[in-house]
């Protein structure tokens, strides 16, 4: 499975972008999806994921309220759109995929197969 992750960009605090990953899978319906990022000598990160099902989605925190993920799983693709950015949610954004994923490892870096290459998302105040 391929990912290719894009919409980052600079925005002012408040703002809002919205990130896309575009899959390669054709079964793209059957993975479990998430987003992940990373800051300047920070570790990678949780941000927001759905199980394969589609039926639950979780959150960091931090963005609860602010980020919303959704997947459409005829184009293949997934989305997470961010309102009231702020600062600190400057990083690099990686989408991740992994097949039949499910539960709280969802929230786990190294649970995922199959990663993007990244968009960055700068938000200035």
């Known amino acids: 499975v391929q990912l290719q992750a894009s919409g980052g960009g600079l925005v002012q605090a408040g703002g809002s972008l919205r990130l896309s990953c575009a899959a390669s899978?054709?079964?793209?319906?059957?993975?479990?999806v998430g987003w992940f990022r990373q800051a300047p000598g920070k570790e990678r990160e949780f941000v927001a994921a759905?199980?394969?099902?589609?039926?639950?989605?979780r959150f960091a925190d931090s963005v609860k309220g602010r980020f919303t993920i959704s997947r459409d799983t005829f184009k293949n693709a997934l989305y997470l759109q961010m309102d009231s950015l702020k600062p600190e949610d400057t990083a690099v954004y990686y989408c991740a995929a992994r097949a039949w994923g499910s539960g709280s490892r969802v929230l786990i870096p190294d649970y995922y197969d199959y990663w993007g290459q990244g968009t960055q998302v700068t938000v200035s105040s």
């Open positions: 759905i199980d394969w099902s589609g039926d639950s989605t």
């Open positions: 899978a054709r079964t793209f319906s059957s993975y479990a």
